[in-house]
């Protein structure tokens, strides 16, 4: 069991580690990879000293208990050891974000667990389990866990072995204090499994306090995070540019630094070598790269006049730890001597970042595209629902109607009265209201049929002939319910003029006048005279509809923007929608334009003016 001396260690670790999660997560600063994995290092090592602690204070004979305490300190046995080769390789790598493919590293501890904490129904961990440890006998698993552990720590020793060498004097000393808190957990784990002395089940927890100390000082006190974006961008600044100067008969004459670290490691070219037997010791990308240069070295050469191409170029970061691919605007300018060819300077200019900028942009401008959809999508949305409101209104009331006749028709059976005739006038009406209803299932039908085209092609339109008896027999049928419910009155302005045959989509029309009129009931609540007029007035090729009400009006600051942008007079019982997809109906698929003014007698005249496709002339009628 745990000894005085090793309870007090652990409460003094314990509250060191507590103390420096608290202040970690209480800090506002940016957490970077390497942070976020010693913090989970830190929490798994202190979940395993709690229970630790916990079992110091547990009654031995209570076996429950001790397994319960003996099964928490497996998080930190499983996930110590992947947690420290992790940070080894973020170290490593300088990632700031972890890699899916890290993920798996997560799949053993994860499964050690679970077998650690169902292992009363297989007995794979323990085959015998006991606070004595001359008592205990372990599983088969024990050889699995025990082996990914001290993968996990040599991977992380020989990772960071790797980049010793070939680090400066400030990183190495980073490294030094990163293998150190490897190799003492690493050192305790093999004395445990090989020595036959046996070693207090507190040993492996406090090595890894070694790990955790020197990790922190190793991240925090020596700013490993902050030397990473210095060295970056010093790399970048020595890759950035290049230029080579040739001969005319290819002959490297000069190349400066950049070039000699960059391309000259890639393709092989170095000063008083031909540029073209350098193409048969490259490989791939390089290859193709330099083959392209010596073709557009060729063709400069011929037609005398300078010439520039991009180039991207997979190369090795300065580490070669990975590959990266970079852009490079290649300008070839050929040299004259007394008129005389003589050969080439070509100068190379690192236009990655722009070809980032240039991408970022694009996809700015996606997002502002797809963004710019969703909105129209929306507004596509709340016209359906608003314009499918009154067909379903209408439904309801026919419903109501055959609900009303066939409750007459049970009441009257058996009344002598009742004559078969009164029945039949019974089933017309229904039948009546029935068409009425197909009628309005039909016109839904249609507007989910042309909002549909509209949310796959704005350019998509059923286009046809109609005229405008039937519009206005179409609008009165399907707002005949609205208005009946509201007391309002719809009245026809008793105005003579030809009869006018337009040319588009009828449906379009219907939904920008049901919600005129709707508008004009909502109007027309506080009025007492609730009419409501519809009239039509022609003036050359333009034919204009209207939709007059005697409500309150509409506020001259309001009127000015009302077709412009979403606003209502509604309050929060309107969202502005159906006048400005009204507008966009009667611009996009008639040309036409949205007008409002003033009511003489009070209220608002709301129309619409469009281009009449067809005029029958010679015969009159009224609207």
Known sequence: MISST??????????????????????????????????????????????????????????????????????????APMFMLQIALAFVSGRERMPKRWMFLYIVPVITNLVVWTNPLHHLHYRVFSVIRSELTFGPYILISGAYTYLCLIAGMVVLLRVFRQSSRFHKMQILLLMAGQLVPLTVSICATFLTTGMSIAATPISFSVTLVCNYFAIYRLHLLDVVPIATQKVLDLISDGYLMLSENGLVIDTNLPFRETFGKLYGVSTNRNIRECTACEENNSKNALNYLIASLHACAESGAPMAYEQSVIMQTKDGSATEKRYYMVEITPLEINRQFSGHVVIFK??????????????????????????????MVGGLAHNLKT???????CASSIEQLVREAEESQGDPEVTPEDYGEIYDEMASWLDKIRQSCTYMSDIITAIKGQAANVSTSDEREFTLDELIKRVTLLMRHELLVSGCKLIQEQERCPRVTLRGDINNIVQVLNNLIGNAIDAERDSEKKDIYIGMKQNKDELSIYIRDTGRGIPPRVRERLFQEMVTTKGTKGTGLGLFISNSVIRGKFGGSMWAEDAPGGGTIIGFTIPVANTMTGKEGSL
């Not at 916990?54 to 003996?70: A, L």
């Not at 070809?355 to 969703?374: F, P, Y």
């Not at 067909?391 to 009331?397: A, E, H, K, L, T």
């Open 391 to 397: 067909p379903i209104m209408s439904i309801s009331g």
């Open 350 to 379: 690192d236009v990655t970042q722009i070809k980032k900028s240039m991408q970022q942009l694009q996809d700015g401008q996606a997002r502002l595209m797809e963004q710019e959809r969703l909105a129209l999508l929306g507004q």
């Open 6 to 79: 090793e309870l007090f260690l652990l409460l003094v670790l314990i509250v060191f580690f507590v103390s420096f999660l608290v202040y970690s997560m209480a800090s506002k600063r940016r957490m970077r990879l390497v942070q976020k994995l010693y913090d989970a290092f830190c929490a798994v090592i202190l979940v395993w000293m709690l229970s630790l602690v916990g079992m110091r204070f547990t009654n031995p004979e209570n076996q429950v208990g001790m397994y319960i305490w003996d099964s928490l300190t497996y998080i930190g046995v499983a996930f």
